[in-house]
């Protein structure tokens, strides 16, 4: 039990004890953020014990994430690329394997002047903000069908990137809708570019969730029997959104490179490829119309 009066160095020794214990992946790191979120101060840079009210907060923080409740969702808010986003129950947290997904998109728009770029199932919003983070002459629209995530993404739209150089707001358009049918009312040729970071597990995938990713949406993870609906509904239906030589990229599954590649293929898109993340896991599917 943290209490007052704890050094900060002892608190947090106990705190990843405890997250060690009930399992969390990460004991050490999670410890030192939940001390910062309770105390607003570095355990290893402050030696002042800790307050009533800071030791009480790190009691309340440390039993949630005991509880496998996601990190990010204690915290409310997640560092992506070099902005901050608002997260919580009822929306998808943030990958730090997605920046790669981002940075791609960034990459495939150089060159293109005002690009309109649409981000499909945009849950906190991440990769269409990572675009207009770095590209505030892009016209992003954030597409998402779940009313909880909506809430996070449209308070995102307004503050994330409020203070960066060069951005207007709302930095990007939130529209409500449905990726197997919002493509039947798209203009012919209108897009540069479409992101998506899609449901991508399988039935299977589905029934093996770390206690974490299982308190996520399910309709964020959920992609049919071969994990690969979405996929599916992309190759066959968004290609004629796109202007010729437009681009794709797509966060895929570390072992969706071969499907999604063959599902591209098929529907005619050329110049496919495939990126790594930092962990060298394949993770970004790329495709020109
Ligand atoms: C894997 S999450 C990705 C969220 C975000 N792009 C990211 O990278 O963190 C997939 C998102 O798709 C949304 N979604 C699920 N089904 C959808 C549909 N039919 N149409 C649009 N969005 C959908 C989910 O609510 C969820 O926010």
Redesign the pocket.
Known sequence: MVTAGMAPRQALAQVEERLAAAGCPDADFDARELFRLAAGRDPHLSDHPLSPDEAGRLEQVTARRAGREPLQYICGRWPFLNFTLAVGPG??C??AD?EVVAETAIQMLEGVQNPKVL??????G??GLGVKAFRPDAAVTC????PE?LRYLRENARCALAGLPEQTQPAVQVEE????TRWETLPPGGLDLIV?????LTAQEMTELQPETARE?A???AAGRDGLDFYRAIAVHYRAALRPGGALVL?IGWQQRQAVTDLLAAAGWTDIGCRQDYAGNDRCVTARA
């Open positions: 929306v998808l943030p990958r997605t981000d499909l199932c945009a849950g906190t991440c990769l597409l998402e069908k779940s995530a809708g449905d990726l197997f998506s970071n899609p449901p991508y949406p309709m964020a993870l966060e």
